[in-house]
Nanobody, 125 residues
Framework: VQLQASGGGLVQAGGSLRLSCAASGRSIRFTDMGWFRQAPGKEREFVAAISLNGVTTYYGDSVKGRFTVSRDNARNTVYLQMNSLKAEDTARYYC???????????????????WGQGTLVTVSS
């Protein structure tokens, strides 16, 4: 599977962005999906994940209440709606699929086997 993230850009603090992750090569309808981010000099951080049917979602503490993950299996795409953005949300955002474990491992980047190239989000204060 190939994952293509898009929708990043420059936004002012307090603004919103919606990221998309389009999959190709295989349907994602049978797999959980995750979003991570990585700022320069920092480790990759869990942002959000969504179950294969979209019923269950899980968020990192730093984005809870501000970000929403969703999916459209018919379009083979996962979304990340980001509201009330802060300067500390600045990072490259990656989508991931093919988690090798159970939902308890969603927050661990080493359990996700397929990654997109990322899209850069810059929030100006």
């Amino acid at each position: 599977v190939q994952l293509q993230a898009s929708g990043g850009g420059l936004v002012q603090a307090g603004g919103s962005l919606r990221l998309s992750c389009a999959a190709s090569g295989r349907s994602i309808r049978f797999t959980d999906m995750g979003w991570f981010r990585q700022a320069p000099g920092k480790e990759r951080e869990f942002v959000a994940a969504i179950s294969l049917n979209g019923v269950t979602t899980y968020y990192g503490d730093s984005v809870k209440g501000r970000f929403t993950v969703s999916r459209d299996n018919a379009r083979n795409t996962v979304y990340l709606q980001m509201n009330s953005l802060k300067a500390e949300d600045t990072a490259r955002y990656y989508c991931a699929t093919d988690n090798a474990g159970m939902r308890s491992t969603w927050s661990r980047p080493d359990f996700w086997r397929s990654w997109g190239q990322g899209t850069l989000v810059t929030v100006s204060s």
